[in-house]
């Protein structure tokens, strides 16, 4: 599901701009590319903190994208590359996941959980 390059971006710091709409209103939160967790192939663990909203939002459509990239690596024609994911979420507050990413992450009060249905390098 992840290309090379895609695992080579979560490897530099950018920002993840993560996208939810409900109720004909979209709302955007970010977070650090360093927070991604890749599990079981096509599944993104992010810790969450707050992101109240974006829970709200995804309790009544779990549809979500998400954007991020790294100046530091290649695109296409030159330095500097991004991708856009779209998929469905949800939040965790027990199970494997949610115990290994407490470890890694204290902070979190819930694990945002987002099966990726498309990855397109975007430059």
């Known amino acids: 599901m992840f290309t090379e390059k895609f695992l080579e971006v979560l490897n ?4 993840v701009s993560i996208v939810t ?3 004909n209103e979209a709302h955007v939160v970010n977070t650090w590319n360093s927070y991604l967790v890749i599990v079981e192939g096509n599944k993104i663990l992010i810790p ?11 309790n009544v459509n779990p549809n979500v994208k998400l954007t991020l990239g790294s100046k530091e690596v290649m695109g296409h024609a030159y330095m500097g ?8 979420a949800k939040f965790l507050r027990e199970g494997k996941h ?10 979190l009060t819930r694990v945002l959980e987002i099966t990726v249905n498309s990855c397109k390098q975007t430059l």
């Open 12 to 15: 530099h710091e950018g920002v």
């Open 21 to 23: 709409c409900a109720n």
């Open 48 to 58: 969450a903190a707050a992101m109240i909203k974006t829970e709200e939002n995804i």
């Open 81 to 88: 590359t991004g991708f856009s994911l779209e998929g469905t």
């Open 98 to 107: 949610f115990e290994h990413m407490k470890e890694r992450y204290s902070f």
